[in-house]
């Protein structure tokens, strides 16, 4: 089963509006981080955001915030204010306990355009 | 703002030859990762390093593969005998603990791997 899932492959938005990128995730863990990379075109990995399951209120970072609802498991990236430099995919991750250390679990990614 | 640094950013290599990526992770980080990216795909673990060895590691992480911190600072990624399906990106990563709480791993710009 799908531990993160990106339903959108890809999204349009106009220059200046609001988008929402959406991410639900799947763990039994009670303690788990959830992450949100922009990788433009020139495919570096970008941080943006990050969420942890026991913090109460939604992460929020200039003009990024994770509308996280936790019964529902999503981990939904909101966008305010869209410019056209945001034209990139984003990944929604889920940092994943192993034995010994833990890794990220991506998604498919959400590719963004900006239409000016 | 510190930053994890990756060389080469792309190499063209002949199947069956062996290709060293090198990988500057962030100072005081502990946790080191290689995760790798094939084209239009999503962002998968490879294995992760603690305390001078594999903490972790994907079944992608055969004995082709292997992992060094020579030096103390820097840590490469080591493919023995390359093969076409090893073209991919491949993002080194680091992060300062294992602690959940508001832990980021930090990605370096990538290494386009082309095998040929």
């Known amino acids: 089963a799908q531990k993160i899932t990106q339903t959108q492959p890809g999204m349009f938005v106009q220059e200046k509006e609001a988008v929402t990128l959406d991410c639900t995730y799947d763990t039994s863990d009670q303690s788990y981080g959830l992450f949100w990379y922009k990788q433009p075109s020139s495919g570096e990995m970008i941080f943006l955001i990050y969420?942890?399951?026991?913090?109460?209120q939604n992460a929020t970072e200039g003009r990024y915030s994770l509308n996280f609802q936790k019964a529902r498991k999503s981990a939904n990236l909101v966008i305010s204010a869209s410019q056209l430099g945001d034209s990139a995919m984003y990944f929604c991750a889920m940092r994943e306990w192993m034995d010994s250390s833990y890794k990220l679990i991506f998604g498919s990614g959400t590719r963004l355009l900006v239409r000016p | 703002e510190p930053e994890v640094t990756q060389t080469p950013s792309h190499q063209v290599t002949q199947m069956g030859q062996e290709v060293i990526l090198r990988c500057v992770p962030i100072s005081n980080h502990l946790y080191f990762y290689w995760y790798r990216q094939i084209l239009g795909q999503k962002v998968e673990f490879l294995v992760s390093f603690y305390n001078n060895e594999i903490s972790e590691k994907s079944e992608i992480f055969d004995d082709q593969f292997s992992v060094e911190r020579p030096d103390g600072s820097n840590f490469t990624l080591k493919i023995r005998s390359t093969k076409l399906e090893d073209s991919a990106m491949y993002f080194c990563?680091?992060?300062?603990?294992?602690?959940?709480?508001?832990?980021?791993?930090?990605f370096g710009e990538g290494s386009w791997l082309t095998v040929v």
């Open positions: 969420q942890g399951s026991y913090d109460e």
């Open positions: 990563a680091s992060s300062d603990n294992r602690d959940y709480s508001g832990n980021t791993i930090y």
